[in-house]
């Protein structure tokens, strides 16, 4: 299968670009990362990047008078890379309709909960404090409305009797970064397709199983 570039957006810490980066090199994931692009200049994930020899950019969004100015200088620093798939981690900016409407079926998100309970910040407090049994992280395509769309992958949790907002925090990024690399890999080998703004897994595919304990679950 022919190698397929990703670009992918950060605005901190860069786990899941190392977790991706990882799954690109070791060969799980047919792709490499053509640019990494933050809206903040001191990112941690940068300077990880930096060192790894990948190619970086920063947008700040702060230069730039409205949502609309920043999506179209942060949309001409993407095209520059003419990336296949445009892959958001733990980039906190909500994009303009436009802007997603240009990449629609290319623009992928993780988020920290099972959507669609606790979109937005702090889900892992939220999680707690709804008292649900059960937390988790979601792989999906970017719609307009924040944290929302069609659902590629969803991995899950149980909420311990101890847990806290960082304990829970760490086991959910744990998954998160098995499950990121696993449902793009899914992706980028057409399992599952867009259709009818659902997601459609071809015969003999199904997403991947992370349930229950073991978030290294089948692929
Ligand atoms: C991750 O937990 C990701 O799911 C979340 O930001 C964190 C980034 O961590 N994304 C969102 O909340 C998007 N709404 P990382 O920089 O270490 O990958």
Not at 105 to 115: A, C, K, Q, V
Not at 185 to 196: A, Y
């Amino acid at each position: 299968m022919t190698e397929q570039k990703l670009l992918l957006l950060i605005s901190g810490r860069g786990s899941n670009l190392r977790a991706i980066q990882r799954a690109c090199q070791n060969g799980d994931l047919p792709a490499r990362i053509s640019a990494v692009i933050s809206n903040r200049p001191n990112a941690a994930g940068l300077a990880w990047c930096r060192e790894a020899g990948l190619a970086t950019r920063v947008i700040p969004h702060q230069v730039y008078p409205d949502r609309a100015s920043f999506d179209q200088a942060l949309a001409a620093a993407i095209d520059d890379h003419a990336p296949d798939w445009i892959i958001l981690a733990g980039f906190m900016r909500q994009l303009t309709d436009s802007f997603v409407q240009r990449y629609v079926g290319r623009l992928i998100n993780i988020h920290p909960s099972l959507l669609p309970a606790f979109p937005g910040l702090h889900t892992h407090q939220h999680a707690l404090h709804a008292g649900v049994r059960w937390h988790g992280a979601t792989v999906h395509f970017v719609i307009p409305e924040l944290d929302a769309g069609p659902i590629i992958a969803q991995g899950i949790v149980p909420i311990l009797a101890d847990d806290n907002p960082e304990t829970l925090a760490a086991r959910v990024l744990d998954l998160e970064h098995q499950l990121y690399p696993q449902a793009l890999r899914h992706l980028l080998r057409g399992d599952c397709v867009l259709k009818n703004d659902r997601v459609v897994w071809q015969r003999g595919y199904q997403s991947p199983d992370f349930s229950g304990c073991n978030p290294g679950g089948s692929a």
